[in-house]
């Protein structure tokens, strides 16, 4: 994807690079609500760039539940001021850089979930957005394997997985359980726990349709939570990492001694929760399996959605029933 597109003013010039314009289009919303709370706005600021920050020209963006819990107004206490432009996950090209980067230069084709915390003081002015504003730190070269749908759908996702699993001491040969494994974050923590830490055993579960894909992602167990409750199974496991809501139900069947990461609802122990952070190393640790393909991003069959199709978009997320992650492009 070029750095700017027919809708994009930006230019190329000989002596000034590319030239960037004072406003741009991007979904905002006023208030905090539903996904009718969305609107497209033509004329929006291009955010200031930072010292330590990129201007990224957005060639794809990924939608999270994040976004919809936070325009929700889950978390206004610690949320930036209104209006919001939301989106966490951009995937472009570098058009600009602060005084004070040190690595990435114009043209750089860059991948990153732009809130360092995901919950504190996330930034007004996201990524579903013509331009966004990213510190150095948080983004990584795209693998050039990928193409920017495909990188979009990463950061926040696979940085929760990761984090997840060093969090949970998770390593090689040791067995895990996967709640909500084929979801955005469920899909690449069996990816990751198989084919980077080195899983003895990866169960997961999913409805019917899912099975297969679970399976194809390196789960040796795929269990079908239609119809088998796997807190039902005499099967325990070092650790269960629960995309789902099912804290309660998990800690029943892992190992003594083992773990139980929750990514989301009420915690009991031995379990615990934790907020993704987002960092750009972590991404240049895993871009040789995805230059690899020994990890691979999954991008909804749905998607990716068209800019325009935001409302959509964030209508399908919603259902819950997203395979892999729901991306936007082009942007
Ligand atoms: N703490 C943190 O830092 C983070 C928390 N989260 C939270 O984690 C959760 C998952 O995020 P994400 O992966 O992006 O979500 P997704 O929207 O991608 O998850 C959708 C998937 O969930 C599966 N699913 C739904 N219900 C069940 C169930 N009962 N058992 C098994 N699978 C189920 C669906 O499969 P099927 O259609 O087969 O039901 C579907 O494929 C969200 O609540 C999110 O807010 C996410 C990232 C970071
Ligand atoms: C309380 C966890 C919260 O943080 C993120 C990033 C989510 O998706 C959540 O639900």
């Known amino acids: 994807a070029s750095a700017s597109s027919s809708s994009s003013p930006a230019v190329k010039t000989a002596e000034a690079g590319v030239v960037v314009p004072a406003t741009m289009k991007a979904w905002a919303y006023d208030d905090y609500g539903d ?62 850089i602060g005084s004070k980067v040190k690595s990435l230069k114009e043209g750089d084709e860059v991948y990153g979930n732009i809130n360092e915390k995901a919950l504190e003081g996330p930034k007004q002015s996201g990524s579903l957005a013509e331009y966004t504003a990213v510190e150095e730190k948080l983004l990584a070269l795209k693998p050039k394997n990928l193409d920017f749908a495909q990188a979009a759908g990463l950061p926040l996702a696979i940085e929760t997985a990761h984090e997840g699993l060093e969090r949970a001491g998770f390593s090689a040969g040791k067995s895990i359980l996967v709640l909500g494994g084929a979801g955005g974050v469920g899909s690449l923590a069996i990816q990751l726990a198989k084919h980077v830490f080195g899983a003895s055993k990866v169960a997961a579960t999913a409805s019917t349709p899912k099975l297969e894909f679970l399976k194809n992602l390196g789960a040796d167990v795929a269990i079908d939570y239609t119809k088998d409750n796997f807190d039902e199974q005499p099967e325990k496991y070092d650790v269960v990492f629960d995309a789902v809501g099912q804290g309660e139900k998990a800690v029943k069947v892992v190992k003594e001694g083992g773990s139980v990461v929750v990514l989301t609802g009420a915690v009991t122990p031995p379990g615990f929760r934790f907020v993704v952070t987002s960092d750009g190393s972590v991404l240049e640790k895993l871009n040789p399996y995805l230059e690899s393909g020994k990890v691979k991003p999954l991008v909804d069959p749905k998607g990716p959605f068209a800019f325009s199709q935001v409302v959509e978009a964030f209508s399908y997320l919603e259902t819950g029933r997203a395979t892999g992650k729901v991306v936007i492009s082009p942007i």
Do not use: C, H, I, M
């Not at 999270?64 to 936070?70: A, F, G, L």
């Not at 107004?73 to 989106?87: E, Q």
């Open 35 to 96: 996904a009718s709370v969305l609107r497209l706005d033509e004329a929006v600021a291009v955010p200031a760039v930072g010292e330590d920050q990129v201007l990224v020209r957005v060639a794809a963006a990924a939608l999270n539940p994040v976004d919809s819990k936070r325009r929700a107004g889950k978390f206004k206490a610690s949320d930036s001021p209104l209006p919001t432009v939301p989106g966490y996950d951009v995937a472009g090209v570098v058009v600009k």
